[in-house]
């Protein structure tokens, strides 16, 4: 499942590059996987430069893929207003 995962992920990549420029060399990684009964869910990225991650859901039932592309804009860490006294 994860191999297929990988391969969905990796030919959107491919399919997305400009023709006019020559095809980098990247990976293709999971980030976190789970799984639920007979469904799959990924979250995927790639060795690019790009900001971009994958998510991945596989529904056991209707042997279907559901495929979401995001883009990171950033990432902050907001401190916590609780504090532990003293």
Not at 4 to 27: G, M
Not at 46 to 72: I, P, Q, R, V
Request: glycine share 2%; with cysteine.
């Amino acid at each position: 499942m994860e191999n297929k995962a990988l391969e969905i992920v990796r030919a959107y990549i491919k399919e997305h590059f400009d023709r006019s420029d020559a095809t980098p060399e990247f990976d293709v990684y999971t980030v976190w996987k789970c799984t639920a009964l007979q469904n799959w869910k990924f979250l995927i990225s790639s060795s690019l430069y790009d900001g971009m991650y994958y998510e991945l859901t596989y529904n056991g039932d209707k042997h279907e893929w559901y495929f979401d592309a995001y883009k990171k804009f950033e990432n902050r860490c907001i401190p916590s207003v609780e504090r532990k006294e003293e």
